[in-house]
């Protein structure tokens, strides 16, 4: 079992629909999460970390489930920009290097 | 702001020459990654270093070195480059633990 798994996409939606993507991860004892974001043939920028009580920033929402090993992003009230590699990111255990997922591609239609 | 420098945004290189590529820090972080990003694969992790001389394996070490000789800079060497070396090479250090990792911009890297 890969030790971070999201769905590839690519996600095609239209301007103003709300859309979630999920990132499963292999090791239960994983301590902190992530969710970057890459635009094309950029380097990958933080969008937000994943605490137990979920984050919220505006239009975006990401959520842990602990007990399923999976967290979530939602985006609400896609817009064009928002088109872009959303990489989940895992902490597997202490001082190891985060652990990437190979990203979901989300693309907003006008 | 975290800044984080690769010395070369593209760069081309014949088979069989030494490639160094550079990074650099400015916000005297112990712990620095090299990554290598190809299509379908994601982000794979070459070497890392948590301190001035220490160096780590990552997933991919092989045809790869590093060098680690001052605590704000973090080479990655191709001792004989060749063709599946072609990649795009990201640079990162790691920043607080709200903002993990902080990248570089990128080095593409096309070996002929």
């Known amino acids: 079992r890969k030790e971070v798994e999201q769905d590839p996409g690519p996600f095609n939606v239209p301007e103003g629909a709300t859309v979630a993507f999920n990132c499963t991860y292999s090791n239960s004892a994983s301590q902190s999460f992530f969710w970057y974001r890459q635009d094309c043939r950029k380097e990958p920028k933080l969008l937000m970390s994943v605490y137990s009580s979920g984050n919220e920033d505006g239009r975006f929402t990401a959520q842990l489930n602990r007990a399923s090993q999976y967290i979530s992003l939602l985006i609400r009230d896609s817009k064009l920009s928002d088109s872009a590699t959303y990489l989940c990111v895992v902490n597997m255990q202490g001082n190891t290097p985060l652990v990437f997922g190979k990203g979901t591609r989300l693309s907003v239609i006008a | 702001d975290v800044k984080v420098t690769q010395s070369s945004r593209y760069l081309v290189k014949r088979t069989g020459e030494k490639v160094f590529l550079e990074c650099v820090q400015d916000m005297d972080h112990e712990n620095m990654f090299w990554y290598r990003q190809d299509p379908g694969l994601g982000l794979r992790l070459i070497y890392f270093s948590y301190d001035v001389k220490m160096k780590e394996k990552g997933d991919i070490p092989e045809g790869y070195s590093v060098s680690r000789e001052k605590k704000e800079r973090f080479s990655l060497i191709l001792e004989s480059a060749s063709t599946n070396q072609t990649s795009m090479y990201l640079c990162?250090?790691?920043?607080?633990?709200?903002?993990?990792?902080?990248f570089g911009n990128g080095t593409r890297l096309t070996v002929t």
């Open positions: 990162a250090i790691e920043g607080t633990v709200n903002s993990p990792l902080h």
